[in-house]
């Protein structure tokens, strides 16, 4: 059977975890002594990453089966349709605690370890109390955040490669690897460093400007969503921006550095000042996910596409919406801006490019010719070419001014998820779906190198040439 869409295909990893233990101190003491007190429960520390990690994906604020919100504390307390789901200073009768304890939940997996069960129970008996700076803030956002888990040391397979970019000075291409971001030699495919410590897969990898930074989008889906920052020369974790419930796909960085924009499967999009990492806005008008970003020459706009069938543009220093494009009717997965600030592409499962102003929201031209979803978008920063990665194998240049192919970049043997332009050393690089990352020349279309961005994969060349056999199907 023929694999969906990205969208679809997303890897869920159902997951049950035994989170930190509670926390009882006991003293040495006599066998007869009277039985030493314990501390209470944390809510944040012991009992919500229990509940984020196993029950957040089917009682969230978009899909509350039972209606039955654990988005926050306080959506938690409402209950759901059975009535108080939590009953302060009673868990055994409280509902929560009895699902959980008979095995009803979760629905769809693993019956919680006896231990986990008995510890929220506790924290009900204790009182139910919430140790948090608010209880309207997403849990996702509070619960200490553990160390994300290391990422194999040789891969048995490849993993799809759902982000590239390359440094501004072109001599590393970042890729999304699993729990991990890679980086590259784009000249011979050796690998330089791997940065880990990042969520289960990376849908946004930019540079900063001056390349001293690099900004990833990754997450777990339907578990964690995050946005991190990193050194660039030794891979360290330099700003921890944000945890969600949910993942984040895109990240940018503003033309002059200053701020870095993200948006995720929460439907915002967040601007923060890099300096500080202090949040400047949160802009919450798409209605489904934000897939792509892209600023603006001069920086004071900001274009989105979404899974809501639209594209946006906000100004980024009141958040405002400018403007609505709706042309594509289909989920829109790629923007870019052109360098005069003029015109957005956009482009998505309806197959095609469409250009359009960012004052009115009127269509420029459609260019057509994908047989498949665009899924990656590049414009080219003297705006003279558009650069697409599509589920048809192939990637594509056009010419921005009539629309007019210029040629194709042929040789993927599975769909193309990720484009990286870099305009000084005048290399392409592509990522498919089968792991493969591939170099080009954008002056005359020639192949530079390919390689598979999973350190220490070593192909079986009988798996290999079957696996390009059902590929070509």
């Not at 899909?63 to 504390?73: H, N, V, Y």
């Not at 008979?102 to 009900?124: C, F, H, N, S, Y």
């Not at 040789?411 to 792991?435: F, I």
């Amino acid at each position: 059977m023929r694999k969906q869409p990205m969208l679809l295909m997303i890897p869920v990893v159902s997951v049950l975890v035994l989170a930190g233990l509670g926390r009882p101190v006991l003293a040495d003491e006599p066998a007869d002594a009277p039985e030493a007190k314990t501390d209470e429960l944390s809510f944040l520390k012991d009992v919500a990453p229990i509940l984020t990690k196993n029950c957040l994906a089917c009682h969230n604020a978009k899909d509350a089966k039972g209606r039955f919100d654990l988005t926050t504390f306080e959506s938690l307390m409402k209950g759901g349709e059975q009535g108080d789901t939590v009953l302060p200073g009673d868990g055994e009768l409280s509902n929560l605690a009895l699902v959980l304890a008979d095995g009803t939940m979760p629905k769809d997996g693993e019956p919680l370890p006896k231990e986990q069960v008995d510890r929220i129970a506790r924290w009900i008996d204790e009182g139910a109390k919430f140790d948090g700076p608010s209880p309207t803030v997403a849990l996702a956002t509070l619960i200490p955040r553990e160390p994300q888990p290391a990422p194999p040391e040789s891969y048995r397979v490849p993993i799809a490669i759902t982000a590239l970019a390359f440094s501004p000075d072109g001599t590393q291409l970042a890729a999304a690897g699993y729990h991990e971001v890679t980086l590259w030699n784009p000249n011979d495919g050796a690998l330089v460093r791997r940065i880990t410590n990042v969520a289960e897969r990376t849908y946004g990898i930019a540079f900063s400007p001056d390349g001293k930074l690099m900004a990833t989008a990754s997450g777990t889906p339907a578990e964690l969503g995050e946005v991190k920052v990193w050194n660039t020369q030794d891979g360290a974790l330099v700003k921890d921006l944000l945890a969600t419930s949910d993942t984040e796909f895109a990240v940018a960085f503003s033309p002059d550095g200053k701020y870095l924009a993200a948006g995720g499967a929460d439907r915002a999009i967040r601007i923060w000042e890099v300096e500080s990492g202090v949040e400047k806005i949160v802009v919450e008008d798409h209605a489904d996910w934000v897939m792509a970003l892209a600023w603006s020459p001069d920086g004071a706009q900001l274009a989105s596409a979404s899974r809501d069938k639209t594209s946006k543009v906000f100004n980024t220093d009141s958040g405002d919406s400018v403007v609505t494009f709706p042309g594509h009717g289909e989920p829109v997965f790629a923007v870019g801006f052109s360098q005069d600030g003029k015109l957005v592409a956009t482009a998505g499962r309806d197959k095609q490019v469409r250009l359009w102003d960012p004052v009115e929201a009127k269509q420029a031209r459609a260019i057509a010719g994908h047989g498949a979803d665009i899924y990656a978008l590049v414009y080219a920063p003297d705006g003279a070419s558009l650069y697409t990665g599509s589920a048809d194998k192939t990637v594509r240049q056009f010419n921005a001014g009539d629309g007019k192919q210029v040629r194709s970049f042929e040789g993927h043997a599975d769909w193309v998820y990720s484009v990286a332009l870099n305009p000084a050393t005048k290399r392409l690089a592509t990522g498919s779906w089968d792991g493969e990352v591939r170099v080009w020349n954008v002056e005359d279309g020639a192949a530079l190198t390919s390689f598979i961005a999973a350190p220490g994969y070593k192909a079986d060349a009988a798996v290999t040439a079957q696996a390009a056999t059902e590929s070509s199907k």
